[in-house]
């Protein structure tokens, strides 16, 4: 099992940065690929943007595509989240999650095994 925790989330004005942290513990010899997903409220959790650490293959939804950037740190143990021309439309809950899919980037919520408790992300207009 994979531990995580986010960290980076907070009230921004639209057009504003944030950089969300996602640490990851425990059995990380196993984590093939990471994501960050996001649920506001009323709505389901969605997938934001992924990556598989085989190869350094990302995904993004297109409602965040140019604005956010995915990436993780050497030792593929700390994810991050780049965040920029923030819209109010992406407030909402930020997850990170972990995945030991080998082949492809993991797209489905239901194709990842381990979760962190979120971090709230709230756009002002």
């Known amino acids: 099992q994979v531990q995580l925790v986010e960290s980076g989330g907070g009230l921004v004005q639209a057009g504003g940065s944030l950089r969300l942290s996602c640490a990851a513990s425990?059995?990380?010899?196993?984590?093939?690929?990471m994501g960050w997903f996001r649920q506001a409220p009323g709505k389901e959790r969605e997938s934001v943007a992924s990556?598989?650490?085989?190869?350094?293959?990302?995904y993004y939804a297109g409602s965040v595509k140019g604005r956010f950037t995915i990436s993780g740190d050497n030792a593929k143990t700390t994810l991050y989240l780049q965040m920029n021309s923030l819209k109010p439309e992406d407030t909402a809950v930020y997850y990170c999650a972990a995945s030991g899919l080998r082949v492809g980037v993991p797209l489905s919520r239901y194709e990842y095994d381990d979760w962190g408790q979120g971090t709230q992300v709230t756009v002002s207009s």
């Open positions: 990556i598989s650490w085989r190869g350094g293959v990302s």
């Open positions: 425990g059995r990380t010899s196993s984590l093939y690929a």
